[in-house]
C-alpha cells in the first residue's frame, strides 16, 4: 500500500482536491486535516493528542498548523465530527493564530463552548451550530452534516461536495440501530450520496481489526439493571468516560428504576452532564440528583455515585476514591463499583491498580460487560463502503496496525489497492476523478505543550529528561582563578537522583579524587581551555562511575571564574 | 476476607506450620514463599520482580530475605517449581546470603545452571534434579514433586508433607489433556494426596478471572501449520517467549513439514533451546538449523526465523529487526511475522509499536489465535479444589483482583471464608488443623537493582528522577568570598530537560535577575546562613518559574566559598 504511495511521489500535476492531515499517524488521537481546492480550506477537526510515554513531562501536544497560518486567506473555518478531545482539544490553542469560525451540531457547539469559556476566548470566537441534514457553504465547498452513533450524542459523518468530487468523512461512528438518545444513523442518506458517487471516503479504523458487530449501546443499559437488581442494598458508584453522556442517561434510568439518588463526582463529569442537561441531551427525572454533601442523608441502597476515572487517570476521582484521598466520599466493604469502560491502550496497569485497591478496601469491582466501543467493527465499515462505493480510500483514525488492515478491508469491498493511501501526518494527497496522488509535504509535527509552554520542549529537553529520569544527575562545581587558573574552590559534587547519598560516601569521595586528578592533568599542561578541562572531568568520572556501578548518570562539570 | 485475617491478628500461640511469603502482592511476580515448623525453613522458588512505571531507572526488584539470614541455620534449601524468571530470577542474588542446595526438575534446574554460570555460582552451589513422584527430606519436612503442565516443560507442583499436615503448592499450572512435551498433569496423585487430607492449598490466581478452560498449546501448532500453509512463499518469523520450549517445538514441527530451516536468535531464546535440546525437552530435527549467517543461502520459502521479542521489549531481536537496528535481519515487504504471545499488562503500547513499525516495512503481521495461556482458568482451578479438598486456601500467584476472586471461588468450592487467606509480603500464617491465623510480620519488602547497585536506590532516589523526568533542573551557581561574602563570581544559571534554552534566553536572564536579588536581600540583611540563603534562591526563582511556565523544576543551588 505504502508503496503505491511513494511511487506517486512525482506527480505533481494534478488539479483536484487537496486532503491533508495535519495530525494522525504520528500523532495517534489527533484529528485535524484540511480540505483544500484553489483559494478554499476548511478543516475538519481540531483535536489533541496526549503524550507518549517517553514524553517525560509533556502535558499534551497539539498541531503544527504553520500551514494554515501561511495560506490563512484561504481558510474558510472549521467543521466538527463531534465533542471528545481528540477532536476538539486543540482549539484554544489554534484559534488564537487561525480565528475562523467553528461549525458542528448542538452538543458539539455546547461542549467547544464551554472549552473556550475557559480559556477566555468565548467573545472572539464565531460558532454556528448545525442541524444534521443542514448544509453550509464555506468557499466553494459545501459542507452536509449527517447523523451517526458513536460515544458521545450528537456526531455527525460530514458530506464535503467539493468541485472535484464529493469526500465522505464518518468522523469516529457506529452503527446504533437502538441508540440511547436520538436516531439510529442515517443510513439512508448516506446511500443516497453514494449514489451522486463518492469520490473519497475517509473511514474510521478504531476497531477495524475485530470482526462482526459492535452491540448496541443499549445493551449496557441492561447489565445495568442486573447489576442494581444483583446489588440491591449496597451503594454502587459507576465509573465512565465524561463524555459518554449515553452511558450516564442509562445509569440515571437504572437509579430511577430502583429508587436511587444520584451524586455526579469529578469536574469533566459535572462539566458535560450539565451541558448535556441544559441542551436536552440527557433526561433527568425531578429531584434525582443530590449534591455529594447530602450524601450522608441517605442510606447505601438509596444512592449511585456516578464518577470520572475509569481509565485509571491519577487525579480522577474514582482513582482518589480508591487511594483514600478524596476528599469526600471514602469506599467501605460492600460498596460495589462499576468500570463502565474497556482500558485504552497504555493504560491496563493503571485500571488495574484502581481495582486492586478498590478491592483491598472491600469493594466489589465489576468490570466485565459493562461497556461497548463506540466504534465500528469490521462489517459496519463494510456497509459504509457498501453504501458510498468510493472511487479512492483514505482510512482514518488508527495506528499504521488499524490503517493497513483497513487499506485489506477497502481492498475486498472493491477499491483498487492503487485507489487505497495510507496518509502520514503532513502529506498532501490530491485528488481528482482521473488521477490521485501524493504531490507534497507540509510540516505537521505534533508541537508538546508543557504547562504554559507550547513548542518550548524539544527533542534535546526530552532527552535529557530520560537521561536524568534513569540515572539520576551529578554536578561537579569548581572555581579558577582568573588568569593563574588556580583552584579556589571545590571540587564540590553534588548528585541527585543517583544513589543515597549517606550509604555511598566512600563512592562520592572517590569521584572527587577522580576529578581533582582529572583537573590536576588539565592544569598541569597549562590547559585552561574550559571546554577541554570539562570533558576531561566528564570522560574521567564518567568512566569511573560506570566502573562502579555500571550506571551512566548525566554529568554537569560548572567552572566558575573568580 | 481481609477482614478475617486482622481480626486473627492477636492469636499468637498456634502451633502449626508456617507459611510466609516473601514476595508476592507487593512484587507482583516475585514468588518466594518461606514454609516453616520448628527448626525447619524451606524456601519455595526465589523469583524477581520487574520495575513498577514508577521505579525509574530501576532494572529489577529482588527480594528482602533478611528473615531467612536472622535464621540462617534453619534453612534446609530451596525447592523450585519451574524456570521462569519470576520463580528463579532473584537466585544469582540471593545464593550469595543464603548458600543451601537448590532442587528442581531437570529442565528447572538446568536452566538455573545457565544462570548460575553468568554469575560465576556454579561451582559454590549445590543443586539436586528431582524427577516427577520422587520426595526429598529436607528438616521436617518431606517434599514431593508432582507433574504439572505450564508455559515451560517440566513444571512442578509440591506437596509438602509437614508434621501440621499437608501444604499442596500447585506452581504455576495449567490442566493439558494434550501436552506437546511429556504426560498431562498428574491428576491421579493430586487426587491420592487430596485423600490423605490436604491442610492447605496454595493455588495459581493468574487467570482466576477467566471463566472456562485454558486451550491446550497443542492447537497453537494447528494455527501455526496453517499460516505455514497459507504464506507457503513468504518468509516466516514467529516471536514468542524463549522459555516457551513447547511453542517453540512446536515452530520446529511446523518447519520441518513445510520444509524450511529454522533460525534461532535473541540472547535468551539460544541459551534456553541450546539447554532444551540439550537435556532432551526439544525435539530438533537433524540439520535443520542453520546460522543466522546462513541464512542469504535460503529462498524466503525455506526459511523460519524464531526470535525473543513477542512482548515489544526494546532491546529484544525481535523490537531491534523492526526498527531496522537488526544487524543480520531486515524487513523486507511479503513477509509473515507472528506474534506468538499476548502482551503482558502494561506492554500493549509497546507491542503495538512493533506492529506498526513491522506493518510500515510491508510486513504481514499476524497476533490472534497465535497464543494459548500457561495458567488454569476457573474451572482448572475447581478441578484442583475438588480433588484436594483442602481445609485452608491462600490463593498464590496474582495481582489483590485474582486474589480475591480465587478466594471467592475457593469459598464456592466449600472452603468457609475464614480459613481463606490473602497474604500481604512478610505476613507471616501459621497453620494447624485446630487454627490459624496471621501471627507476625517479617521484613519482605523489596530490593532495587540499578546496575551493580543492589539496595542503594531508594525512595528519596526514586523522588528526585521522578520530578528531574517531569520538570528537569535548574543549578544555580554563585561564589562568594570568605568572611566578606561578597558575590566574587555568578550567579549562573544551568538548566537540564527543562526548556530550550537557546528559545527561552529572557526567561533566564530574568531567573538570574530573580537570583541577584534574593541574594542581595540576604547580603544586606548580612544574614550568610548558606542555608537560608539557599532557601531564599530557591523559593523565589521557584516562584518565579512557575509564574511564568506553570512547570516545576527542581531548582539546586549551590554556594562556593572561594
Redesign the interface.
Same mark, same amino acid.
Given at each position: 500500500m505504502?508503496?503505491s504511495v511513494i511511487k506517486k511521489n512525482n506527480m505533481l500535476d494534478i488539479k483536484g482536491v487537496k486532503v491533508i492531515p495535519l495530525g494522525g499517524l504520528e500523532q495517534i488521537g489527533m484529528n485535524i486535516t484540511a480540505i483544500e481546492y484553489e483559494d478554499s480550506i476548511i478543516v475538519i477537526d481540531c483535536g489533541l493528542s496526549f503524550p507518549e510515554?517517553e514524553m517525560?513531562?509533556i502535558d499534551l501536544v497539539i498541531p503544527d498548523v504553520t500551514y494554515l497560518k501561511d495560506n490563512i486567506d484561504k481558510v474558510k473555518g472549521f467543521v466538527i465530527t463531534h465533542g471528545h478531545e481528540d477532536h476538539i482539544g486543540s482549539l484554544p490553542y489554534i484559534l488564537k493564530d487561525i480565528n475562523v469560525p467553528v461549525y458542528g451540531t448542538k452538543l458539539t457547539i455546547a461542549i467547544i463552548e464551554n472549552k473556550l469559556k475557559e480559556h477566555n476566548l468565548l467573545k472572539n470566537t464565531k460558532r454556528k451550530v448545525i442541524k444534521y441534514g443542514q448544509s453550509i457553504n464555506l468557499g466553494c465547498f459545501r459542507i452536509e452534516f449527517i447523523r451517526t452513533n458513536h460515544s458521545i450524542a450528537d456526531a455527525a459523518a460530514l458530506a464535503i461536495f467539493t468541485p472535484a468530487g464529493i469526500l465522505f468523512h464518518t468522523g469516529d461512528f457506529k452503527i446504533d440501530f437502538t441508540p440511547v438518545f436520538g436516531d439510529p444513523i442515517d443510513l439512508q442518506r448516506i446511500g443516497e450520496i453514494g449514489k451522486k458517487g463518492v469520490l473519497a471516503l475517509m473511514c474510521d479504523s478504531t476497531n477495524v #481489526?475485530r470482526p462482526g458487530y459492535t452491540m448496541s449501546e443499549r445493551t449496557v443499559g441492561k447489565t445495568f439493571d442486573s447489576i442494581f437488581t444483583d446489588y440491591a442494598k449496597q451503594r454502587i458508584i459507576v465509573a465512565t468516560f465524561a463524555s459518554n453522556v449515553d452511558r450516564v442517561q442509562q445509569i440515571i434510568n437504572s437509579a430511577e428504576k430502583y429508587g436511587r439518588k444520584v451524586v455526579i463526582e469529578g469536574r469533566s463529569m459535572v462539566n458535560i452532564i450539565t451541558t448535556a442537561s441544559e441542551t436536552g441531551y440527557i433526561r433527568m427525572p425531578e429531584n434525582i440528583l443530590i449534591d455529594i454533601e447530602m450524601m450522608k442523608n441517605y442510606t447505601d441502597d438509596q444512592l449511585v455515585l456516578i464518577t470520572t476515572g475509569s481509565q485509571g487517570e491519577t487525579m480522577a476521582a474514582l482513582s482518589r476514591i480508591a487511594a483514600s484521598i478524596h476528599k469526600k466520599v471514602s469506599i467501605k466493604?460492600g460498596d460495589v463499583v462499576i468500570l463502565s469502560s474497556t482500558p485504552i491502550?497504555?493504560n491496563?496497569?493503571a485500571v488495574?491498580k484502581v481495582?486492586?485497591e478498590l478491592?483491598?478496601k472491600?469493594a466489589k469491582?465489576i468490570y466485565?460487560d459493562t461497556h461497548v466501543s463506540g466504534h465500528a467493527c469490521q462489517e459496519e465499515i463494510k456497509l459504509i463502503y457498501s453504501l458510498t462505493k468510493p472511487k479512492y480510500a483514505i482510512p482514518v483514525h488508527g #495506528?499504521?496496525?488499524h490503517l493497513?488492515r483497513h487499506a485489506e478491508l477497502a481492498n475486498v469491498m472493491g477499491v483498487p489497492k492503487e485507489n487505497i493511501f495510507l496518509l502520514s501526518s503532513g502529506d498532501v494527497l490530491t485528488l481528482s476523478n482521473e488521477k490521485a496522488g501524493l504531490t507534497g509535504k507540509v510540516p505537521a509535527q505534533g508541537i508538546l505543550v508543557?504547562? @504554559?509552554?507550547v513548542g =518550548?520542549?524539544?527533542n534535546?529537553? @526530552?532527552r =535529557?529528561?530520560?537521561?536524568?529520569?534513569?540515572?539520576? @544527575?551529578i554536578?561537579v562545581?569548581v572555581?579558577l582563578e582568573k588568569y593563574s587558573n588556580q583552584i579556589?574552590?571545590?571540587p =564540590?559534587i553534588?548528585s541527585?537522583?543517583?544513589?543515597?547519598v549517606r550509604?555511598?560516601e566512600n563512592l562520592i569521595e572517590e569521584a572527587r579524587d577522580v576529578v581533582e586528578k582529572a583537573l590536576d592533568k588539565c592544569l598541569s599542561k597549562n590547559n585552561a581551555d574550559w571546554g577541554k578541562m570539562k570533558t576531561e572531568i566528564k570522560d574521567s568520572l564518567s568512566d569511573y562511575i560506570w566502573k562502579?556501578?555500571?550506571?551512566n548518570p548525566?554529568i @554537569?562539570p560548572?567552572i566558575?571564574?573568580?
Open positions: 505504502k508503496e510515554d517525560l513531562g #481489526e466493604p491502550p497504555g491496563e496497569k488495574s481495582i486492586n478491592s483491598m472491600g469491582v466485565q #495506528e499504521y496496525r493497513i508543557d504547562g @504554559l509552554g =518550548d520542549v524539544g534535546i529537553v @526530552l =535529557d529528561r530520560q537521561h536524568l529520569s534513569e540515572n539520576g @544527575l554536578i562545581v572555581s579556589m574552590a571545590g =564540590d553534588v541527585r537522583g543517583f544513589v543515597y550509604e555511598s562502579k556501578t555500571k550506571r548525566m @554537569l560548572i566558575m571564574e573568580v
